[in-house]
């Protein structure tokens, strides 16, 4: 999320569907303006249909607003590269079609981006004939600088001719990946999947628990949660329960929603006794 684009989207006068939409992107961003949102994920962070997500889309294209990179592996469409470009903003609008060539608006940034531009993947091989059907939109945005570095110095394969750099990623990543993989094949005889995906979840792990995440990564591996055996111990789902797995593991004991229920209802019954020792107290009082 870039906190200073969102804000600056809030103050653009522009229409309201247009603005959700921006807004919707910005919240992905980040200070570069950049993010991979999938179309399903903008249509539910602007409470808007897919359909007008495209024309609104379209339309903040058009008036400088987003730049838009489509991207494939192949002939499989992934989602859209998105560049959140305010400073370029267009009122009058005409930039996809050139309308607007001589207006003030129609600086070089805006000239020069070439809206349906395909960007292959690195690896693919630019004699792919391009297919512009689009895939289901799911959200593939990751931070690329999270990766966690590949055990052992090597690459890691994450998608047909994809490769993680031997040098992206920070070493607490790296190590909290090495403890729930070594965990994982303890419990279930095989190695977890790992991928972009999964190694943007592991970033996010470590930014959320910092230098806990490796020991709280291994004890969500371990963890008999019904809930967490159900889900394989997915990494998402250990992402989704970050804080209170810490907890968990720092405490020595589970939470659980009876648990909670329980301790709620110990907490109430306290607060009732102690304001009702505090009535007698005044009572007593006044009697003296």
Same mark, same amino acid.
């Given at each position: 999320?870039?906190?200073?684009?969102?804000?600056?989207?809030?103050?653009?006068?522009?229409?309201?569907?247009?603005?959700?939409?921006?807004?919707?992107?910005?919240?992905?961003?980040?200070?570069?303006?950049? *993010?991979?949102?999938?179309?399903?994920?903008?249509?539910?962070?602007?409470?808007?249909?897919?359909?007008?997500?495209?024309?609104?889309?379209?339309?903040?294209?058009?008036?400088?607003?987003?730049?838009?990179?489509?991207?494939?592996?192949?002939?499989?469409?992934?989602?859209?590269?998105?560049?959140?470009?305010?400073?370029?903003? *267009? /009122?009058?609008?005409?930039?996809?079609?050139?309308?607007?060539?001589?207006?003030? *608006?129609?600086?070089?940034? *805006?000239?020069?981006?070439?809206?349906?531009?395909?960007? /292959?993947?690195?690896?693919?091989?630019?004699?792919?004939?391009?297919?512009?059907?689009?895939?289901?939109?799911?959200?593939?945005?990751?931070?690329?600088?999270?990766?966690?570095?590949?055990?052992?110095?090597? /690459?890691?394969?994450?998608?047909?001719?994809?490769?993680?750099?031997?040098?992206?990623?920070?070493?607490?990543?790296?190590?909290?990946?090495?403890?729930?993989?070594?965990?994982?094949?303890?419990?279930?005889?095989?190695?977890?999947?790992?991928?972009?995906?999964?190694?943007?979840?592991?970033?996010?792990?470590?930014?959320?628990?910092?230098?806990?995440?490796?020991?709280?990564?291994?004890?969500?591996?371990?963890?008999?949660?019904?809930?967490?055996?159900?889900?394989?111990?997915?990494?998402?789902?250990?992402?989704?329960?970050?804080?209170?797995?810490?907890?968990?593991?720092?405490?020595?004991?589970?939470?659980?929603?009876?648990?909670?229920?329980?301790?709620?209802?110990?907490?109430?019954?306290?607060?009732?006794?102690?304001?009702?020792?505090?009535?007698?107290?005044?009572?007593?009082?006044?009697?003296?």
């Amino acid at each position: 999320m870039s906190i200073k684009l969102m804000s600056r989207a809030w103050d653009m006068e522009i229409p309201i569907g247009q603005k959700m939409v921006l807004l919707a992107l910005t919240d992905r961003a980040n200070d570069e303006g950049e *993010c991979w949102p999938g179309q399903e994920e903008l249509a539910r962070k602007s409470s808007l249909s897919p359909r007008s997500v495209v024309s609104h889309i379209e339309w903040l294209e058009d008036h400088g607003l987003v730049r838009v990179e489509r991207r494939q592996r192949g002939r499989m469409r992934l989602s859209n590269r998105y560049i959140v470009t305010l400073d370029d903003y *267009c /009122p009058e609008g005409g930039l996809m079609t050139g309308e607007s060539e001589n207006s003030a *608006c129609a600086n070089l940034a *805006c000239a020069n981006s070439d809206t349906k531009k395909v960007q /292959p993947l690195q690896g693919e091989s630019a004699a792919i004939a391009p297919s512009f059907n689009e895939e289901p939109s799911m959200n593939h945005q990751y931070e690329p600088s999270l990766f966690p570095a590949p055990l052992g110095g090597a /690459p890691v394969a994450v998608g047909a001719g994809v490769k993680v750099r031997k040098a992206a990623g920070n070493p607490l990543a790296a190590e909290t990946w090495a403890a729930y993989a070594e965990a994982y094949r303890q419990r279930y005889g095989v190695d977890p999947v790992r991928n972009a995906t999964v190694n943007g979840q592991i970033g996010n792990f470590v930014k959320r628990l910092g230098e806990n995440a490796p020991h709280v990564a291994a004890y969500f591996v371990g963890s008999a949660s019904a809930f967490y055996v159900s889900k394989g111990h997915a990494v998402g789902v250990m992402l989704c329960d970050a804080e209170k797995l810490h907890t968990e593991w720092a405490t020595g004991r589970r939470v659980t929603q009876s648990a909670a229920r329980q301790a709620d209802r110990t907490a109430s019954n306290f607060a009732n006794a102690q304001e009702a020792l505090a009535m007698l107290d005044a009572e007593l009082g006044g009697r003296q």
